[in-house]
C-alpha cells in the first residue's frame, strides 16, 4: 500500500512538474532605455525637421525566434531637433513641439506603442534579405496613442537575437492628423501654417532589449 501510495506521489510531481514548464510565461525582455532611441522626421513644404525621442520604459515578447508582442512608452518631453545649428532657433521649434497645438507634453508626457498582432515575413523576401542572415523580419500591427488619442500603424520591423539581447530596427509613420497635432489654430486663416506641413511624420525606431 505504501509504494502504491509513494508511486502515486511521485505521477503526481511529475505531472505537475509538466505542468508547470508547459504553462510557463513567454520570454520577456525589458528594454534599455539608455541605448535606445526614436528618430523623427517631418516635412513642409519649404524642407523638413528631425531630431530623437528617447523611450521611458518597454517591454518584448520573444520566444524561440518569433516575436510574440511588446509595449513601450515614450518620454515625450525628451523630444530634441538634430538639425538646427543656432541654438536659439533650436530651442524655439522644440519649445514649440512641447505646445498644446503640437503634442502637449504638459499634458500629455508621454505616448505608447503597443503591439496587437505580429506576422513573420517569408524568407526570400526583398525586406527580410536586406535585413541580413541574422534577423528575423516580422510585420507588425500596433495602437499608437498621442495625446490620448489612439490609432492603429502597420510597419516592417527586424529583430537580431544574441544569448539574452534584442535589437530591433523598426520605420513607421504616422497621420499627425488623427492624433489632433497641428501648428496652430485650426480656424481658417490662422491654420494656413499648418496646411504648410505635410501630415505624415516618419519614425525610425531602434530598440535594444535584454532578460
Known amino acids: 500500500m505504501r509504494k502504491i501510495q509513494l508511486f502515486a506521489l511521485f505521477a503526481f510531481l511529475t505531472l505537475a512538474s509538466a505542468f508547470t514548464w508547459l504553462a510557463q510565461p513567454e ?20 524642407g523638413q525637421h528631425e531630431g530623437d525621442i528617447f523611450l521611458k520604459s518597454g517591454e518584448v515578447t520573444y520566444e524561440k525566434g518569433k516575436l510574440k ?13 538634430t538639425d538646427i545649428t543656432d541654438a536659439g532657433t533650436n530651442k524655439k521649434l522644440v519649445g514649440h513641439l512641447k505646445k498644446d497645438d503640437f503634442f502637449g507634453v ?3 508626457p508621454t505616448a505608447t506603442l503597443t503591439i496587437t498582432s505580429v506576422k513573420a515575413l ?6 527580410a534579405d536586406m535585413a541580413g542572415d541574422d534577423s ?43 492624433f489632433d497635432v497641428r501648428f496652430g489654430s485650426t480656424s481658417f486663416f490662422e491654420g ?8 505624415d511624420v516618419e519614425l525610425a525606431i531602434n530598440v535594444t532589449a535584454s532578460k
Open 27 to 46: 520570454s520577456k525582455y525589458t528594454v534599455s532605455v539608455k541605448d535606445s532611441k526614436v528618430h523623427w522626421l517631418g516635412k513642409k513644404v519649404t
Open 69 to 81: 508582442g511588446g509595449s513601450f512608452t515614450i518620454d515625450m518631453t525628451s523630444i530634441t531637433c
Open 106 to 108: 504638459d499634458k500629455f
Open 122 to 127: 517569408e524568407s526570400g523576401s526583398m525586406l
Open 136 to 178: 528575423k523580419g516580422f510585420e507588425v500591427t500596433a495602437d499608437l496613442t498621442i495625446k490620448g488619442k489612439k490609432s492603429p500603424v502597420t510597419f516592417k520591423t527586424f529583430v537580431t537575437e544574441s544569448g539574452k539581447t534584442l535589437k530591433a530596427t523598426a520605420k513607421l509613420t504616422f497621420d499627425r492628423s488623427k
Open 192 to 199: 494656413l501654417g499648418d496646411r504648410a506641413i505635410y501630415n
